[in-house]
């Protein structure tokens, strides 16, 4: 019924199961025709999904700058870097996918995976609150009357 799916970027999970510990070879190895360049395509997606809330955040840091307000540079900055930051928890947890299937592994895969969960959702956050903070100044720029 289903041809193709590309298991390390629809189903990352996999690899935090009870029943991985202790395996001769990782989920991805089982599942995957090609692991090698299944993982790399999979980390390029998921990358390029995430470089697209970067993308805004620095232009937020942009504007920040054109407009010499600090705060708003600031901010910018940080949603930034704690985007790229998600990108390197993400691409770490995808490696250490791979490595292996041993008790303190999987552990290990599950704090990342956690981490990497509530970054992403502290981002999102962060990241609406630097947009309204910019329509404002923004705002404040455009109509200065009001």
Do not use: K
């Amino acid at each position: 019924v289903i041809g193709y799916v590309l298991v390390p970027f629809y189903a990352p999970e996999i690899v935090m199961s009870d029943t991985n510990i202790e395996r001769a070879r990782t989920p991805y190895e089982i599942w995957c025709r090609s692991p090698t360049w299944e993982v790399l395509l999979a980390l390029l997606i998921q990358t390029v999904m995430q470089f697209q809330p970067i993308l805004l955040a620095i232009f937020i840091w942009t504007i920040g700058q054109m407009l010499r307000d600090e705060p708003l540079e600031a901010r910018g900055r940080s949603v930034t870097n704690m985007g790229l930051s998600i990108v390197f928890i993400m691409m770490a947890y995808q490696l250490y996918a791979c490595a292996g299937t041993s008790n303190v592994l999987v552990t290990v895969e599950r704090v990342f995976y956690t981490l990497w969960f509530f970054f992403q959702a502290a981002f999102i956050v962060r990241l609406a609150t630097a947009c309204q903070a910019c329509r404002e100044l923004l705002d404040f720029y455009l109509h200065p009357d009001t």
